[in-house]
């Protein structure tokens, strides 16, 4: 009886996030929730794309999606911050850049 090879994958079946981008997106996640602006949120993580919602309430369409999309890691960039109406509002090669609008937002939610 010989041994049998463990079949590798040779092209991931699923998109997720690493470890440092959860955490930067939790955190603004959390700063929003303590600002009382955003209640609920939810992961996709699907074969093209991980996808992070966030939602002013459970019922209704996330405020803002944080897509990384690795396909279009060489083009415009794989990530993309998403409007409530489905409209790209920043897309770039950092995650940092792509959340600047959303932390830019939850500063005026502070000041006011």
Do not use: C
């Not at 699923?14 to 949120?41: K, P, S, T």
């Amino acid at each position: 009886m010989g041994v049998v090879p463990f079949p590798i994958p040779s092209k991931a079946t699923q998109v997720g996030f690493e470890r440092l981008e959860l955490n930067r997106i939790l955190d603004l996640y959390g700063r929003m929730v303590a600002a009382g602006h955003w209640r609920d949120y939810a992961i996709d993580l699907g074969k093209d794309a991980a996808v992070f919602a966030a939602f002013r309430r459970a019922a209704e369409r996330p405020e803002f999606r944080i897509e990384k999309r690795p396909s279009l890691r060489n083009k415009q960039g794989m990530w993309a911050l998403i409007g409530e109406g489905g409209a790209v509002m920043k897309r770039g090669h950092g995650l940092g850049p792509v959340l600047a609008p959303v932390e830019r937002r939850f500063m005026k939610l502070v000041e006011d």
